[in-house]
């Protein structure tokens, strides 16, 4: 893979995965989009709105993450390649205006205020607009895979690779069975078209790979994964699925948290907590959807303390 390359991949997918560590060394893969590459100083930027602070509170006690290249799907890059950027992130919690514009005039990879706007649209989604913060991720790690089938040994193009897998964790305190329903949760998870598996890697960074859905049992999912990925023995996980449409305007996703264990010859996903939503590809019902939804989570913010200027207005 050249470097013209890479840089045309993380800085032209239309939507990203981002990895992020749980309190208890699990991992939460959310896609994100809004995001941009700067190969001089190999920092990864996507915007979060204060709507959203569960993810930018954990990004605060855990700023080791992973960003997944997985999809070219309505993005500019031409390649098949798999990238997976392991960093750490930094962000303000108060926003700038100047800051995020950039990211809604970014040709070919977004949609922001001048395409979604209007004079009723303006004012009802602004806080979505502009109550949200620009998140940095400054590349650790670069490793990449010819295409998602991640066949092989990864090519490290920036940092060192990782030398040894994560040793196994102990089990939660109330098991590792299925906590939600699992044959339900299979159905859902074939209909999207892409599905990413994280965990914790040894050197504490999240590691993610993607999967398919074989079959549902009494001990959870079966998955299939790229050869060698996945490490021996059991740990906390998380498995999301999603798709989306051109402008992300449409969404599905499936988003779990879980115990994964891989007996060397099975690899399994019991899943213990579970999000679902889908937004129909529909300009007016998203922005119905996403004024509403905006102004709930921003409520939600100000009753938790969350520490920004945006939210004291």
């Not at 010819?146 to 940092?159: E, K, N, Q, R």
């Not at 590792?176 to 599905?195: D, I, M, S």
């Not at 499936?254 to 939503?277: I, K, M, Q, S």
Request: proline share 7%.
């Amino acid at each position: 893979m050249t470097v013209d390359e890479l840089n045309d991949v993380l800085d032209g997918d239309f939507v990203v995965g981002l990895a992020q560590v749980t309190p208890l060394r699990g991992v939460v893969v959310s896609p994100v989009n809004s995001a941009g590459w700067d190969a001089e100083t190999s920092i990864f930027a996507f915007t979060s709105d204060l709507a959203a602070f569960r993810k930018l509170r954990r990004l605060e006690r855990n700023p080791q993450v992973a960003i997944v290249f997985h999809t070219r799907e309505h993005g500019v890059a031409e390649t098949d390649a798999y990238v997976l950027v392991q960093g750490r992130a930094s962000f303000s919690w108060d926003p700038d205006r100047e800051d995020l514009a950039p990211f809604y005039r970014r040709p070919g990879t977004a949609l922001g205020p001048e395409q979604l706007g209007g004079r009723l649209w303006d004012r009802w989604l602004r806080p979505f607009w502009w109550d949200r913060v620009v998140v940095r991720v400054r590349a650790d790690r670069i490793l990449a895979f010819p295409d998602a089938a991640c066949i092989g040994a990864a090519t490290v193009l920036a940092g060192a690779a990782e030398v040894e897998d994560p040793a196994p964790q102990s089990p939660p305190a109330k098991g590792t069975e299925p906590r939600v329903e699992v044959a339900g949760t299979v159905r859902g998870l074939r209909k999207l078209n892409y599905r990413l598996l994280g965990w914790v890697g040894a050197d504490g960074y999240p590691v993610v790979v993607p999967v398919g859905i074989e079959a549902a049992t009494t001990r959870g999912i079966t998955l299939s994964a790229p050869i060698g990925s996945v490490p021996l023995g059991g740990r906390r996980a998380g498995l999301t699925g999603h798709s989306f449409t051109a402008g992300t305007l449409g969404q599905r996703q499936t988003a779990l948290t879980g115990w994964l264990e891989n007996d060397g010859g099975t690899v399994t996903y019991a899943p213990h907590t579970r999000l679902n939503y889908v937004i129909p590809p529909s300009r007016t019902f998203w922005r119905l959807v996403v004024g509403a939804v905006t102004r709930v989570g921003l409520h939600r913010a100000r009753r938790d303390g969350v520490p920004s200027t945006a939210l004291a207005r």
